[in-house]
C-alpha cells in the first residue's frame, strides 16, 4: 500500500483517480470500466478513445499500464440484466476503484454522475466531468483502457459466436448484428434487458 500510494502520488502530493466506462450502448457483452492514476512517465497524445484511431490506441495501451497504476471493473450480461445498465455501469466503476487498493484525494469521472449515492460500496470523493475523457488525462487513459479491454473481449467471444460480426460491431446494434440476431436468436452474451433482444426473445 505504502509503495502504491508513493507511485501514486503527483507533484502536489494528491492521488487522483480517473474513471472512465466502455460498453453501455451495445447489445451483447459485458460493461467496462477502468480506473487509472498516472504515474510520472505517463505517455503523451492522451485523448477520448473514441478520437484515437485503432492503431493509436493499440500503442498507448501498453505503455498506460507500464507507467500508471491501475485497474478494471467488468460487469458481465447476465449481471446487467439482473440489475440494469445503469447500475451495472456504477458498479463496474466501484470495482475498478476498489481494485486499485487506493484512498484517493479525488475521483475524476467522466460524464455527469458519479456513483457516489448510487452504489452502496462507493465510498470515495468524487466528481463528474462531462467531456472528462478528452479534458482529464487521468480519465483519457482510463478511457483507453477500458475501451481496448472491452473490444479485445468482444473478438474473444466472436469467436465463439461468429454469427453477430463482434468483431468489428463490439456488440453495438449494427446492420449487420440485428441481422444475425433475427436469423439465429440470441446468445447467451446478449443482454435480454435491451428492447431489440428481448423482442425477439418474446417472439
Not at 458481465?76 to 476498489?98: G, K, P, S
Request: hydrophobic content about 45%; glycine content about 10%.
Amino acid at each position: 500500500m505504502e509503495a502504491a500510494l508513493l507511485f501514486a502520488k503527483g507533484t502536489k502530493g494528491r492521488v487522483v483517480i480517473g474513471v472512465d466506462e466502455a460498453g453501455r450502448g451495445p447489445l451483447a457483452g459485458p460493461v467496462v470500466a477502468a480506473a487509472c492514476v498516472l504515474g510520472p512517465d505517463a505517455p503523451g497524445g492522451l485523448d477520448d478513445s473514441k478520437k484515437l484511431s485503432a492503431k493509436r490506441r493499440a500503442v498507448l495501451e501498453p505503455q498506460i499500464k507500464a507507467s500508471c497504476h491501475w485497474a478494471l471493473g467488468v460487469v458481465d450480461a447476465e449481471e446487467i440484466d439482473r440489475i440494469n445498465i445503469f447500475a451495472a455501469t456504477m458498479l463496474a466503476m466501484t470495482r475498478a476503484v476498489a481494485a486499485l487498493a487506493l484512498e484517493p484525494d479525488e475521483v475524476l469521472i467522466d460524464g455527469n454522475m458519479t456513483p457516489a449515492g448510487r452504489h452502496p460500496d462507493w465510498r470515495w470523493p468524487a466528481r463528474a466531468i462531462v467531456g472528462g475523457d478528452g479534458l482529464e488525462p487521468c480519465i483519457s487513459a482510463a478511457s483507453i483502457l477500458a475501451k481496448e479491454h472491452r473490444d479485445r473481449l468482444m473478438r474473444e467471444y466472436a469467436r465463439a459466436h461468429p454469427h453477430y460480426g463482434w468483431e468489428s460491431n463490439m456488440g453495438y446494434g449494427t446492420v449487420q448484428h440485428l441481422a444475425a440476431l433475427r436469423e439465429h436468436g440470441p446468445s447467451p452474451l446478449h443482454r435480454r434487458s435491451f428492447a431489440p433482444v428481448a423482442q425477439l426473445v418474446l417472439l
